[in-house]
């Protein structure tokens, strides 16, 4: 049973940090692209960042470009969002999400990804 299990969400105050994870398990990890992905109430969910199956290839929304950072430890089974600069629009619940790839890219992880976290919440207050 796969299962992705994200954590490390809060409330901080506008210009904070805070660094979610998600774990896996119950799937061969370095074969996914993995991706994260937040919803604000009365929003579509959207794409935050993806990172490709060796982390060697990211990408970031405009939204967020500059200010957080995707990274994954493939011996931990876990993908991580540091953000910082945090504003009152990040606010949402923050999703990661796995798409198999058969190659070293990123960019699966923008169409649905095959399994989802439960997602974790954060919210800025300005």
């Known amino acids: 049973q796969v299962q992705l299990v994200e954590s490390g969400g809060g409330l901080v105050q506008a210009g904070g940090s805070l660094r979610l994870s998600c774990a896996a398990s119950?799937?061969?990890?370095?074969?996914?692209?993995l991706g994260w992905y937040r919803q604000a109430p009365g929003n579509e969910r959207e794409f935050v960042a993806g990172?490709?199956?060796?982390?060697?290839?990211?990408k970031y929304a405009n939204s967020v470009k500059g200010r957080v950072t995707i990274s994954r430890d493939n011996t931990k089974n876990t993908v991580y969002l540091q953000m910082t600069s945090l504003k009152s629009e990040d606010t949402a619940v923050y999703y990661c999400?796995?798409?198999?790839?058969?190659?070293?890219?990123?960019?699966?992880?923008?169409?649905?990804?095959?399994?989802w976290g439960q997602g974790t919440q954060v919210t800025v207050s300005s």
């Open positions: 119950g799937l061969t990890f370095s074969d996914f692209a």
């Open positions: 999400g796995g798409k198999q790839t058969p190659s070293e890219i990123w960019y699966p992880v923008l169409s649905p990804p095959d399994y």
């Open positions: 990172i490709s199956r060796t982390g060697g290839s990211t």
